[in-house]
């Protein structure tokens, strides 16, 4: 089992609407099943900060390696069109020094019907490297990047 805490940012966050659930202790489990891992929630009503997923799609992260397409990603923004689809794809990018190989998953499915597009990129070596989520209704959004030690 995984348990995030709220800390102060979370706060900042609940008072701005930029971040869900940033007041509670959130709790879920991580399957993993070959080269898949699932997010896993005992309440369905609450979900991870850090594993971001469309609650009517599921929440698994597919652990092969992407090698096409290639994204290009520059600060929060890639050179895909807007697209309401889900996205697997693989990119470098620059977060505190090149990243080589990581994978790409951009789930915009949501945006649909006003709800909120969410993107990770990450790879077996790094873990989650990037994850955010953000609206067009809003123009607004939120997500974190990995830090070095």
Request: hydrophobic share 35%; charged share 20%; glycine share 8%.
């Amino acid at each position: 089992m995984v348990r995030e805490f709220p800390f102060y940012w979370f706060g900042f966050a609940q008072r701005t609407k930029q971040c869900r659930f940033s007041d509670l202790e959130i709790q879920y489990f991580i399957e993993k099943n070959g080269n898949q891992i699932r997010i896993k929630y005992p309440n369905f009503r609450q979900n991870s900060r850090l594993f971001l997923f469309p609650t009517e799609f599921g929440g698994t992260i597919n652990l092969e390696e992407t090698v096409d397409p290639q994204v290009e990603v520059k600060g929060w923004k890639t050179n895909l069109p807007y697209s309401t689809a889900y996205v697997e794809a693989a990119t470098n990018m620059f977060v505190w020094e090149e990243l080589q190989n990581l994978n790409f998953m951009m789930d915009n499915r949501p945006m649909k019907q006003r709800g909120s597009g969410i993107t990770h990129i990450y790879n077996k070596d790094y873990g989650m490297v990037r994850v955010s989520e953000y609206s067009s209704l809003t123009g607004k959004g939120y997500g974190w990047d990995l830090l070095p030690n």
